[in-house]
T-cell receptor
Framework: EAGVTQFPSHSVIEKGQTVTLRCDPI?????LYWYRRVMGKEIKFLLH????????ESGMPNNRFLAERTGGTYSTLKVQPAELEDSGVYFC?????????????FGQGTRLTVV | AQSVAQPEDQVNVAEGNPLTVKCTYS??????LFWYVQYPNRGLQFLLK??????LVKGSYGFEAEFNKSQTSFHLKKPSALVSDSALYFC????????????FGSGTKLNVKP
């Protein structure tokens, strides 16, 4: 069974440009999460999808970030326009349910560098 | 509010020696605790979790963790470290309220030297 897949693995863009990150969750997982790790700090929650609906987007930094999950399968996270402080590693995760005792399966992350 | 602290940025240990990676937490309600590991150029990989019951939890690759409610800690341990255990380790918590998200620590880099 394939795990969570993220694309690209690395992205270097200039300030002001747009970048779109993609996440393919494990097949059949209704719950999809985006997290971010900035500058060696803790990994922070961005948002949570249940199927195609945004369940919780309380961690999204600002309106330059837009996440979608059309059809309830893969998800995209677009940053437009990118700023220097957006640099970091963006992780996607998925799980079958969102109960408190359930682990999530994470992708390898996308390392975003804004210069 | 939920939070996790990993007080050590880095832990160095010789191969064959026991290792401990520390984690303390703060959570509303009952804690659900997790350890993840990130090997170089790989994703976060689930190691083990504490839900309820026995305070000593066993996980993958010979790792175990001890839940201590009074000290609000969940330290990761292994009796005999391997060079291949060198990686970045993250502790995470979910509370019984607002439990859809993980709260992670800042990570601890484990270096196991031959």
């Amino acid at each position: 069974e394939a795990g969570v897949t993220q694309f690209p693995s690395h992205s270097v863009i200039e300030k002001g440009q747009t970048v779109t990150l993609r996440c393919d969750p494990i097949s059949g997982h209704d719950n999809l999460y985006w997290y971010r790790r900035v500058m060696g700090k803790e990994i922070k929650f961005l948002l949570h999808f249940v199927k195609e609906s945004k369940q919780d987007e309380s961690g999204m930094p600002n309106n330059r970030f837009l996440a979608e999950r059309t059809g309830g399968t893969y998800s995209t996270l677009k940053v437009q326009p990118a700023e220097l402080e957006d640099s970091g590693v963006y992780f996607c995760a998925s799980s079958q349910d969102d109960r408190e005792n359930t682990e999530a399966f994470f992708g390898q992350g996308t390392r975003l560098t804004v210069v | 509010a939920q939070s996790v602290a990993q007080p050590e940025d880095q832990v160095n240990v010789a191969e064959g020696n026991p290792l401990t990676v520390k984690c303390t937490y703060s959570v509303s309600g009952n804690p659900y605790l997790f350890w993840y590991v990130q090997y170089p150029n790989r994703g976060l990989q689930f190691l083990l979790k504490y839900i309820t019951g026995d305070n000593l939890v066993k996980g993958s690759y010979g790792f175990e963790a001890e839940f201590n409610k009074s000290q609000t800690s969940f330290h990761l341990k292994k009796p005999s470290a391997l060079v291949s255990d060198s990686a970045l380790y993250f502790c995470a918590v979910r509370g019984s309220y607002n439990f859809n998200k993980f709260y992670f620590g800042s990570g601890t880099k484990l270096n196991v030297k031959p």
